[in-house]
């Protein structure tokens, strides 16, 4: 491997590295919102696919409790208590899970297209057609301009099919079967259901970015310092997690008997 090869893949690995990190674990769905609502809004407010699948993720969130307070409140009322706790759970992992993916796909998406030195890994990992759209959403973003409507619609519809792509749909199947065998089933789907999650989507589109991020930064669900300034916020997390990474890595070392002779 050469040497520029050598530099991009340091900078593939470190971009997932960093990703990946930024995406949290299944549960950490305020997370995943603050992440991607920075996407949105470093994206000059083009990248609407972003500030959608925030909503979404704080929606799953409060879906999820909502199914744990039903069961805690009518429990002796479901058919096998215990079953339908794991059943809530196992939803609750695999909702994370493609969550996580799925934010994952679409922030590495729009960090290697605006990173000159990766022009040419990005177009073995993405469509042509995503790739387009984005590095015209960059222009915009550098120009200090916004797309045509047109673009952004198309570029979120892009979004949404990376992120399907990145998701596996077979956990996320077996987990809906085991709600399905439950009392709470109907609940379930009415709060987080594909159809549900669509409407809600859908009605948000129609109202239109503005408002939507309106509501998105005063979420209670959301800390208050995001709410008072939501870049200074996603650069403290972000500094968080870099400090955490290499404080594991130095545990990591430290753990190793013969560390201590190989850095010498």
Known sequence: MDIIAAHRQGLIEQLDEEVTALAGR???????????????????????????????????????????RRLDRWGWATFRRAEAE????????????????????????????ATQALR?????????????????????????????????LALADQAEELANAAVDHVQLATAWAAIGATGLCRAANRLLGDKALARQAAR???????????DLRTDAALPA????????????????????????????????????????
């Not at 972003?50 to 909502?66: H, P, S, Y």
């Not at 589109?205 to 939507?212: C, D, E, I, S």
């Not at 430290?254 to 002779?261: G, H, I, Q």
Request: with cysteine; net charge positive.
């Open 26 to 68: 299944p549960a950490d769905h305020a997370q995943r919102a603050i992440m991607l609502h920075h996407l949105f809004d470093h994206s000059r407010g083009n990248h609407l696919w972003a500030l959608a699948e925030a909503r979404r993720a704080l929606r799953i969130a409060a879906g999820i409790a909502v199914l744990r």
């Open 204 to 214: 948000d589109r129609r109202r239109g970015a503005a408002p939507v991020e309106r």
């Open 120 to 152: 040419e890994d990005v177009a073995t990992r993405l469509d042509p057609v995503m790739v387009e759209l984005l590095e015209r959403c960059h222009a915009a973003r550098r120009a200090g301009s916004a797309l045509p409507l047109e673009e952004q």
């Open 225 to 264: 310092s995001f709410t008072a300034n939501p870049a200074q916020h996603f650069y403290a997390l972000q500094q968080y997690l870099r400090q955490r990474r290499r404080q594991q890595w130095r545990e990591a070392c430290d753990r190793e008997p013969d560390a201590f002779e190989l850095a010498a």
């Open 86 to 113: 794991a059943a809530i759970e196992h939803l609750a992992d695999a909702m994370g899970e493609a969550a996580r993916l799925r934010a994952i796909a679409a922030y590495l998406a729009y960090r290697t297209t």
